[in-house]
């Protein structure tokens, strides 16, 4: 099993910034891919950013404003918000695609808790 921790949330200003940590923890053999999703009330869960490998992908929404790395020393992913707007105000949580054994052919996936990030002045 894989726990996932996030931190980094909080209330921040139009324009401003802020920095998701994830790390993962637990017994698992190898990671594939990591990356956020957020979901504001009354909407779906929809995906920010993933990253796998050296590959990063973005919804069109964040392009160009937020900025998903990986430190795969830490089995940490973070995501860099910058130029926040109103309507990144949601729950974002963390994920991870990743081997429950040495033999295992298929991912399982692991979900954080979520962290609350509130942009408004």
């Known amino acids: 099993q894989v726990q996932l921790v996030e931190s980094g949330g909080g209330l921040v200003q139009p324009g401003g910034s802020l920095r998701l940590s994830c790390a993962a923890s637990?017994?698992?053999?190898?990671?594939?891919?990591m990356g956020w999703y957020r979901q504001a009330p009354g909407t779906q869960r929809e995906l920010v950013a993933v990253?796998?490998?050296?590959?990063?992908h973005y919804a069109d929404s964040v392009k160009g404003r937020f900025t998903i790395s990986r430190d795969n020393t830490k089995n940490a992913v973070y995501l860099q918000m910058n130029s926040l707007k109103p309507e990144d105000t949601a729950v974002y949580y963390c994920?991870?695609?990743?081997?429950?054994?040495?033999?295992?052919?298929?991912?399982?996936?692991?979900w954080g808790q979520g962290t609350q990030v509130t942009v408004s002045s």
């Open positions: 994920s991870a695609n990743y081997r429950s054994s040495p033999t295992s052919i298929t991912y399982a996936s692991a």
């Open positions: 637990g017994r698992f053999f190898g990671i594939d891919s």
């Open positions: 990253t796998r490998g050296s590959t990063a």
